[in-house]
């Protein structure tokens, strides 16, 4: 990802955006940190301005009109309030923090769900930026809106302060103005530089994590041990540790000598200005109050300028942060939804794809390249092909998870374009290839294929008969209520060993088919490589299942195991991004193409007498 240039008007706009999102998740909270903030600036200078007046009173230099005893309580309320402020403000902010993050991932959340089809979630930029998003999204107003209250904070310090040494001898006062504005450009720059190498380092970040995950994690996990790539990723990863940590150093060598550098100044201005306020008490110009408020003065403003400017580079930073967040609830919708969609009609005819042509990106090869296709009402049409012949990618655009780039898909006639997507996918089920297995129970893990099912014992068992698991899931330590996982303990669960369970890959097939079974009642069911992970005798009952469950319903399966597919009604085989060859089994052996070379080719596989085919 590249980093992201924040122009004036676009950081005005981000702050404005940031800003308000504070505002709005914590409006109260916001506006009591504000207060307790002009508090805390004001604060230590009334300590200071308190100690002179009570020195000035006990040595007789004058003072105001109370009694010094009433100096000393306002000087004891002003330093417990000094005392207690900063638990107060840190209990504030982290309330705010907590309300702020909700409302970044409600609107990441509705950002997200605003986009209808596959193209931007696919997309690896795209991708990269939502990560970001859902990790700093929540810092951007979190850290914009501390640091700014932490700078007003600052000028409230510094323009009190200010204020005190100017009255106490413009000279001094101007003199650690003056000194400070080095140090207020140095700052500058190194927040600049810092800045550009948290951009720098995101690269090494990334990679470094992902070695990180390819070590550490389960998927990775049989394939690091039997190939032995422990050493080999781990070796990458250190050399990416390695880059990130010569980039850190560089930038810390040159903060510590400009700090040291600037430190030094510091000393020397507050050191003449101690020389010159001694030298003036001791001739009798100045009092022993005016030296005590000289000595909290000079750090005050230092410290409270050196604050103030740690304060500019961290909103500059979160202002960065916020541009990936902003991006993404900002996106465009990516693909166009009829403002008036058409409702979508029970299927009666067919679905028909006319001269469908596709690609992924303009930069990608065509995928598709003028599919001619008719899935007639009614019947299972089965779609071969070889691996990356475009079967998966057919099934998306029939989702409308993409739009063709050239040609049409018709319902009934009508374009798929003038449907609202989710009312489409209502009609549609599917079971896809790299189905999700959800760290949730049995029960919770078949109903997501229709949550309105989610409780409905009887519903979920019978989608479980149909896919051949409910025996499976009934004997589970808890049934259906049985966690399909090992890493999602919670509280008691923990340590109960029966709390969650791991199932085979087979077994978890068919989970997702029960998903699909759920809804058996739609007008086109979609079944992508369902049978893949089943045994033999398990594929062959699936299909016999399968085709009396859908019996008179329109379905479209995908498979390479043709033995699967050969009592279908219509099968279709994608080459080329074209359909070369269509018929019914019996008519496309006879044609003797790539379907026959195919089934033939498995058949000898299993009948090692068939000689193979050449
Ligand atoms: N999100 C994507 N972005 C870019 N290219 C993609 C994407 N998904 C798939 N492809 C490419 O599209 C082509 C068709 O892929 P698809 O998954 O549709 O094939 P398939 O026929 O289902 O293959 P298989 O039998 O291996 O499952 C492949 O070349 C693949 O690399």
């Known amino acids: 990802m590249t980093a992201p240039r924040l122009t004036a008007r676009r950081a005005a706009r981000h702050a404005r955006v940031a800003l308000g999102l504070t505002w709005r998740a914590a409006p109260v909270g916001t506006g009591v940190d504000l207060l307790l903030a002009v508090l805390a600036g004001a604060t230590p ?7 002179k007046l009570v020195l000035d009173r006990l040595t007789g230099r004058g003072g105001p009109a109370v009694p010094v005893a009433a100096l000393g309580v306002g000087l004891a309320v002003a330093a417990a309030v000094a005392a207690v402020l900063p638990h107060l403000r840190r209990y504030v902010e982290d309330e705010r923090r907590r309300a702020v993050t909700r409302l970044v ?21 795209f991708q990269d930026r939502l990560q970001a998003a859902q990790q700093t999204g929540h810092l951007g107003p979190t850290q914009l809106t501390g640091n700014t ?22 000279v001094i006062g101007l003199l650690v103005l003056v000194a400070a504005l080095p140090t207020l450009g140095m700052q500058l720059r190194l927040n600049r530089a810092r800045m550009a190498m948290v951009l720098r380092l995101e690269h090494f970040q990334r990679r470094d994590l992902f070695f990180a995950h390819l070590l550490t994690g389960v998927p990775a996990a049989k394939e690091v041990r039997l190939f032995g790539l ?32 600037l430190g030094l100044l510091g000393a020397g201005v507050a050191g003449v200005g101690v020389v010159w306020t001694v030298n003036a008490a001791a001739s009798g110009r100045l009092s022993l109050g005016d030296v005590a408020v000289y000595l909290a003065a000079v750090p005050g403003v230092q410290g409270a300028l050196g604050a103030l400017v740690g304060q500019v580079g961290a909103i500059h930073q979160a202002l960065l942060l916020f541009d990936h967040y902003d991006q993404v609830v900002r996106a465009e919708p990516d693909l166009p939804v009829p403002a008036a969609p058409r409702p979508v009609p029970p299927l009666r005819r067919g679905i028909e794809l006319r001269d469908v042509w596709f690609r992924y990106s303009p930069e ?27 079967k998966s990618t057919l099934v998306k655009l029939l989702c409308r998870f993409y739009d063709p780039e050239r040609g049409a898909i018709l319902w009934d006639g009508v374009d798929l374009r003038e449907f609202d997507p989710q009312a489409l996918r209502e009609r549609l089920g599917a079971v896809f290839q790299d189905f999700v297995p959800y760290d949730l129970t049995a029960g919770e ?5 229709d949550l309105s099912a989610l409780g409905d014992a009887d519903r979920l068992r019978q989608a479980a008969r149909h896919a051949g698991v409910d025996d499976t899931l009934t004997a589970l330590p808890r049934g259906y209520d049985t966690l399909l996982t090992r890493v999602f303990f919670d509280g008691p ?10 199932l085979s890959g087979g077994q978890w097939q068919r989970v997702a088919l029960a998903r699909g079974f759920l809804r058996a009642e739609v007008d086109l069911l979609v079944l992508d490589e369902p049978s893949s992970g089943l045994d033999a005798e398990a594929e062959h009952d699936l299909h016999t299942r399968l085709r009396r469950l859908r019996r008179g319903r329109t379905s479209l399966l995908i498979s390479h195991r043709l033995n699967a597919v050969r009592e279908a009604d219509l099968i279709v085989v994608l080459a080329d991004g074209r359909v070369t060859e269509r018929g019914d089994h019996q008519q496309l052996l006879a044609a003797a193409g790539d379907y026959a070379r195919l089934f033939t080719l ?8 068939t000689p193979a085919p050449v």
Do not use: C, K
Request: proline content about 4%.
């Open 445 to 449: 893990n078949i109903a997501v294929g």
């Open 105 to 125: 991932r409600r609107r990441l959340h509705e950002a997200v769900s605003r986009l209808v089809g596959l193209v931007r979630l696919e997309d690896p930029l």
């Open 149 to 170: 209250l932490g700078a007003v904070q600052s000028v409230i310090a510094i323009a009190g302060f200010l204020g005190v040494l100017l009255a106490l001898s413009p």
């Open 45 to 51: 200078v009334a300590v200071a301005g308190l100690t």
């Open 602 to 609: 498995q058949a000898h596989g299993y009948r090692e007498d």
């Open 230 to 261: 422990g050493r080999f990723f781990g070796d990458r990863m250190l050399d990416e540790l390695h880059g990130m940590h010569r980039v850190e150093r560089g930038l810390d060598r040159r903060e510590m000598r400009a700090q040291a550098l």
């Open 364 to 390: 990608h090869p065509w995928v598709l390249r003028g599919v001619d296709l008719w899935l007639p009402h009614g019947a299972t049409t089965a779609l071969v092909g070889l691996n990356g012949a475009g």
């Open 493 to 502: 669960d923990r340590d109960d060993p029966q709390a969650g369970v791991v």
